[in-house]
């Protein structure tokens, strides 16, 4: 199969958009980050109003798997309800349909059974603003029976969308607080893979 070059990011609607550009047919992109040299994800959250909760979605050097940097996501999830992730829209094929593999590491310090939260990961042809466009995957469980701190875990996951319009697909990476606490967790590795059908 050939590659297609990938092409700086570009605002487009608002969004940090990722155009897939070349002369060659379409048939695979891979698009990666360490989040060595930049952030050029959008953070975004809901359920986050009532009562308001303290939350950022950031680059950090605190703590990651490989590098010096990762994504650090801090919930203080007084309402039992916040939802926080980041986010990023892709520019694909207008009405073409995609195999998408997401892989990132994600590191939870969260150990045993009980009141584990959930990991968001998911590819829509719609930009996430509520619970109802997000994917929710497995908990955040880290594997651990005692606290231990914060353990890299392999995340995967495989989805097939077609892109909107406009060519757009949007991949969201996060976590849904399920229990009032306040947790971190960190991203790091992304890789993306569009396969066209």
């Known amino acids: 199969m050939r590659r297609a070059r990938l092409a700086i990011p570009l605002a487009l609607l608002g969004l940090t958009a990722c155009i897939l550009d070349s002369e060659d047919p379409f048939f695979r992109q891979t698009y990666s980050t360490s ?8 953070p975004d959250g809901t359920d986050l109003d ?9 680059r ?34 207008p009405g073409a349909t995609y195999d998408i593999e997401i892989a990132f590491d994600f590191a939870s310090a969260d150990f045993g059974d009980i009141n ?6 998911g590819a829509s042809d719609r930009d996430p603003e509520t619970r109802d466009d997000l994917t929710f995957q497995e908990d955040t469980g880290n594997g651990s029976d005692t606290d231990v701190g914060h353990i890299w875990l392999p995340k995967r996951y495989m ?38 059908r």
Do not use: C
């Open 35 to 42: 989040f060595e040299s930049e952030f050029d994800w959008n």
């Open 50 to 58: 009532d009562p308001p909760v303290v939350w950022s979605v950031e």
């Open 60 to 93: 950090s050097d605190v703590f990651a798997e490989s590098g010096d940097w990762s994504v650090r996501f801090i919930l203080e999830n007084l309402n039992d309800a916040g939802k926080i992730w980041m986010e990023r829209a892709f520019e694909l094929q």
């Open 116 to 121: 584990l939260w959930t990991i968001i990961a």
């Open 159 to 196: 989805f097939t969308r077609t892109a909107d319009s406009a060519g757009l697909v949007h991949v969201a990476l996060g976590v849904w607080g399920t229990s009032e606490f306040s947790r971190t967790y960190f991203i790091d590795d992304v890789e993306i893979t569009f396969t066209e």
